[in-house]
Nanobody, 122 residues
Framework: QVQLVESGGGLVQAGGSLRLSCAAS????????MGWFRQAPGKEREFVAS????????YYVDSVQGRFIISRDNAKNTVYLQMNSLKPEDTGVYYC???????????????WGQGTQVTVSS
């Protein structure tokens, strides 16, 4: 069992930056690939980025490539999402999730956090 708690969301102007954190409980954190997803009002949950259990492989949706960076610290049981050059279309609730093998599909993730709101004003 893995419990996930996100933090770091907030209101920021376009062009600004935020760093999201996701703290995991349990001693098996390092066995899981981790992902970040987001959901805007009236839209489906969207894959943002993922990272392998070792941190050696990362994947991004095209719309955030070059602006967002996913990373993890297995010693701290924490995964991060550094978001730079934020745009209004990045607005949404951001969720972290843990997966046994990692992918861009939400259904492949076993555990989810409660989400943190990110609002980017124009």
């Amino acid at each position: 069992q893995v419990q996930l708690v996100e933090s770091g969301g907030g209101l920021v102007q376009a062009g600004g930056s935020l760093r999201l954190s996701c703290a995991a409980s349990g001693r098996t954190f390092s066995r899981y690939a981790m992902g970040w997803f987001r959901q805007a009002p009236g839209k489906e949950r969207e894959f943002v980025a993922s990272i392998s259990w070792s941190g050696g492989s990362t994947y991004y949706v095209d719309s955030v490539q070059g602006r967002f960076i996913i990373s993890r610290d297995n010693a701290k049981n924490t995964v991060y999402l550094q978001m730079n050059s934020l745009k209004p279309e990045d607005t949404g609730v951001y969720y972290c999730a843990a997966s046994s093998f990692g992918s861009s599909r939400p259904i492949t993730y076993d555990y989810w956090g409660q989400g943190t709101q990110v609002t980017v004003s124009s």
